[in-house]
């Protein structure tokens, strides 16, 4: 059962390092409930938090990567379903959307976040 907000559990939110740190920032959160309510279907969450020692290894963002702040989810997600998704993030005002949708359907995403900070060029829509 979810228990780190209402659609989503802590364990699928939290840094897959093996860390434990689940630290999602509470605005992100709600606005991110607000969007899965809209959507009308269960998400497939593969990244949450992550810390910044993880983000390190696995991103070229490194340590201050968009996921180190909390603000920043990708679900797993293809074809017209991600259509969906992409079109209702861009409509609650998400300002960071990547986009991963060729290869294998089983590695097809989209990343969201939401990164007002100068440090973060947004809006800004890309590819992987
Ligand atoms: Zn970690």
Request: glycine share 8%.
């Amino acid at each position: 059962m979810p228990d780190h907000s209402e659609h989503f559990s802590t364990t699928e939110l939290r840094c897959r390092c093996g860390c434990g740190q689940a630290l999602m920032d509470a605005d992100f959160l709600k606005k991110f409930e607000d969007l899965r309510t809209a959507y009308g279907a269960s998400m497939i969450v593969t990244s949450g938090y992550r810390c910044p020692a993880h983000n390190t290894k696995i991103s070229h963002t490194g340590a201050h990567g968009p996921h180190t702040t909390g603000c920043a989810i990708d679900i797993k997600i293809h074809d017209a379903a991600a259509y969906k998704l992409l079109l209702l993030a861009l409509q609650f005002g998400f300002s960071g959307l990547g986009v991963s949708q060729r290869g294998p359907m089983e590695s097809r995403f989209l990343h969201i976040d939401n990164l007002p900070h100068p440090a973060y060029p947004r809006p800004r829509v890309w590819s992987y």
